[in-house]
């Protein structure tokens, strides 16, 4: 008896074979050139500055480091599939989990088969080919289901969709960018594509097993089920289930690169080839750089990054961005999944990329990254959408509340336009060393224009200055000298604004020798840590919750103890997502804290940043409502935050959202407070 194994063009004639080469060629050829179309497209873009690529080369050739960034980034995104079992779309994770590693299994299982045809040594046999045989076909089924689930999961979607387009118009909904899914017919033909060359290649199976039997038939177990149930085949009814099966196959070598579908080979460019850039820090524009292209930011595609124009044709226009955007959710025309369509669309018709996306839309985004980090396939919206805001700000097309917060910045140092001195009231009565007295200090205290300003800020920077004196920490303020870090005015696009006050801040550093930096604002903190290495200033950055959790670990604080259900904290875009912390808050309130729907690196935004603090708001467009609503929802009598920001936005909200239930906002570091003192210490108040 031979050993089982597989025959290749079983029953085929020379000119069969011959006829089969002719068009699998026709058609890879066809793959090939739409793809070289796109790549054109990609190369308008600027070469990528962060990746080590061999000197004048794209990003294809990498050096030895930048291989292994690669394939480090292919194994934790692509392989381990990092980003979508991490998803909050609890069914569309396991869903594209099961179609992914099964089509990787057939994209496998195929190569293996063709390097056996074609190669000198011919291993497909004996016991490796049984198990070999066995793995493909029930992969085989677990690919099907989730092609099954995913139509299922696109047809409700479609309903819920046209049930709000029975209501209102659908071209002003798509206008209005309130299709979050859009799973319009290519996404069923997409499937349907899938389903058939799975379903068929099933059937081939069992075709040959009816045609010639063999005795480790056994080790397909669905095939030769299906084999069983079909009975004997001819020779030529197994051709003709071959090339209906090949049909399919070829369907969708042609298709490729013009569906969704593209985004199987995209999303292992885009991933492999991401930039190690921290998801809180923009790209710094250099003046050599303005001089070259005369114009700041982004007005056509062309002023994009190579990367960022091949990461667009990566989406997979799953929504998962759009679910998560604060400003979606309240029915602005801010739509991520969208932004990434208009900028593809933009690449292709050389549009004006503004125009294509839509200023109202682009004002509207807060930079609260939830959409970067839904995205499975790395797009970086909030890269996208500043560029084109810093293009849009130097050709004078911001006005109201936010262009005055520029001029204030601008002219007094601070984001309210108060004076540089006024920045030292909130230390009457408190001894807190200057850093221009020329003290030793181990911790620069960065207080921030709110912090030093807000009535309701104040309390904090009381706060933790009392809780770093009580805890023996040698710290110092800068008082006057300190000057808005500049983020409001980079994320709303002023970006020579930001350079001129990192560098200003910078210099003060270095006078100084600060080493690390205490600060209570999370959008502080994450420009200080960084983006001011681009000026120079290189030092250890920490929110007041990570330092106040490491002196309590010390067991120089004690933690707050709030009572079991009271409490629950808001985590603050910058701190929970961008950068990554949100553990020390929580020890902080010893764990006792009731969780709100969306917390930790998937936190809600409360709407204030990306300059939105100084933008006019709709009263029923408010993130910081819909986020109070879930606050509420907790059913706690205090809500912790530890942002300034979100603090003001939340005041209000918690109000209107809960008039006849009296809510307490405290900072984590006023909980601390009272945990520390007794009454008669004094209060932050
Ligand atoms: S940008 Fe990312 S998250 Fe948004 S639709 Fe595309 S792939 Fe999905
Ligand atoms: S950064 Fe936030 S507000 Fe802006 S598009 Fe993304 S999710 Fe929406």
């Known amino acids: 008896m031979r050993p089982p194994t597989r025959d290749e063009f079983l029953f085929f004639s020379l000119p ?36 080590p690529t061999r000197e004048g080369r794209a990003y294809w050739i990498p050096t030895q480091d930048g291989l292994k960034h690669w394939v480090q980034n292919v194994v934790v995104y692509i392989l381990a599939q990092k980003k979508v079992r991490s998803s909050r779309q609890k069914s569309g994770a396991p869903m594209h989990l099961m179609i992914f590693y099964g089509f990787a299994t057939f994209f496998l299982a195929t190569t293996l088969l063709a390097i056996n045809t074609y190669g ?55 206008q209005r960018r309130r299709w979050p899914m859009s799973h319009a017919a290519p996404d069923f033909w997409t499937l349907g594509l899938l389903f058939m060359m799975a379903i068929t290649g099933y059937w081939l199976e069992a075709a040959r097993m009816s045609a010639k039997p063999e005795p480790f038939d056994w080790s397909a177990p669905v095939g030769h089920f299906w084999a069983q149930l079909q009975g004997p085949f001819s020779p030529i009814a197994y051709k003709t289930v071959w090339w209906f099966h090949m049909v399919w196959v070829f369907v969708f070598f042609c298709v490729l690169p013009k569906m969704r579908l593209r985004h199987i080979v995209m999303a292992i460019a885009t991933t492999a080839g991401k930039s190690d850039r921290p998801m809180g820090q923009l790209r710094t524009i250099s003046m050599e750089e303005v001089e070259q292209t005369e114009q700041i930011g982004v007005k056509l595609t062309k002023d994009f990054s190579r990367w960022h124009l091949m990461s667009t044709d990566a989406c997979m226009e799953c929504g998962r961005c759009t679910e998560v955007c604060p400003a979606w959710n309240v029915g602005k025309l801010l739509n991520p999944k969208q932004v990434v369509q208009d900028i593809r669309g933009a690449m292709v018709s050389g549009e004006d990329v503004a125009t294509a996306i839509s200023p109202e839309a682009l004002w509207a985004c807060t930079t609260c990254n939830a959409c970067v980090e839904a995205c499975p396939v790395l797009i970086r919206h909030v890269d996208l959408i500043v560029d084109v805001r810093r293009n849009l700000v130097s050709e004078g097309q911001l006005s109201g509340p936010a262009a005055t917060m520029l001029r204030q910045t601008a002219s007094t140092g601070h984001a309210w336009g108060q004076s540089a001195s006024v920045r030292e009231d909130w230390m009457k009565g408190m001894d807190i060393p200057l850093c221009r007295d020329n003290v030793e200090f181990d911790y620069l205290f960065w207080v921030g224009c709110a912090g030093a300003t807000d009535s ?61 930096v205490v600060t209570t604002c999370p959008h502080c903190m994450n420009s200080l840590k960084n983006e001011y290495g681009d000026f120079g200033a290189r030092m250890e950055v920490f929110h007041h919750s990570q330092l106040l959790q490491n002196l309590v670990s010390k067991g120089s604080l004690l933690a707050a103890k709030p009572p079991r259900g009271e409490v629950t904290f808001h985590d603050p875009c910058y701190l929970g997502r961008v950068n990554d912390e949100s553990d020390a808050p929580r020890d902080l309130l010893s764990n006792e804290v009731v ?11 409360c709407g204030a940043g990306g300059g ?74």
């Not at 699998?24 to 179309?37: D, E, K, P, R, T």
């Not at 497209?41 to 600027?46: N, P, S």
């Not at 009580?470 to 970006?495: M, N, S, Y």
């Open 16 to 51: 069969e074979k011959a006829l089969f080469y002719i068009i699998v060629y026709a058609c890879l050829g066809y793959m090939v050139y739409q793809i070289i179309g796109r790549i054109r497209l990609w190369q308008q873009g600027k070469p990528v500055d962060w990746y």
């Open 120 to 174: 000198p040594i011919k291993f497909h046999k004996g016991n490796y080919y049984l198990a070999y045989e066995m793995f493909v076909d029930l992969m085989g089924l677990v690919f099907l289901v989730g092609v099954a689930w995913a139509f299922v999961r696109r047809y409700q979607n479609l309903q819920v969709e046209l049930g709000s387009a029975a209501v209102e118009d659908p071209k002003q909904m798509i």
């Open 456 to 516: 309701a800020a104040v309390k904090t920077t009381k706060a933790v200055a009392s809780l770093l004196q009580k805890a023996g920490v040698k710290f110092a303020c800068l008082g006057k000298e300190e000057a808005c870090t500049g983020d409001p005015a980079r994320r709303i696009g002023e970006e020579f604004l930001f350079q001129e006050k990192a560098q200003q801040n910078a210099s003060v550093f270095e006078r100084y020798g600060v080493k690390k």
């Open 595 to 605: 969780e709100p729907e969306h917390r930790r690196n998937k936190t809600l935004c």
């Open 612 to 685: 939105r603090m100084w933008m006019e708001e709709t009263p029923s467009q408010r993130p910081s409502n819909r986020r109070a609503e879930e606050l509420v929802a907790t059913g706690a009598s205090t809500v912790a935050v530890g942002c300034p920001f979100c603090r003001i936005m939340l005041g209000d909200s918690l109000k209107q959202v809960e008039p006849n239930r009296e809510i307490r906002l405290l900072d984590l570091a006023e909980m601390l407070h009272d945990a520390n003192f007794k009454p008669e210490e004094g209060s932050t108040a």
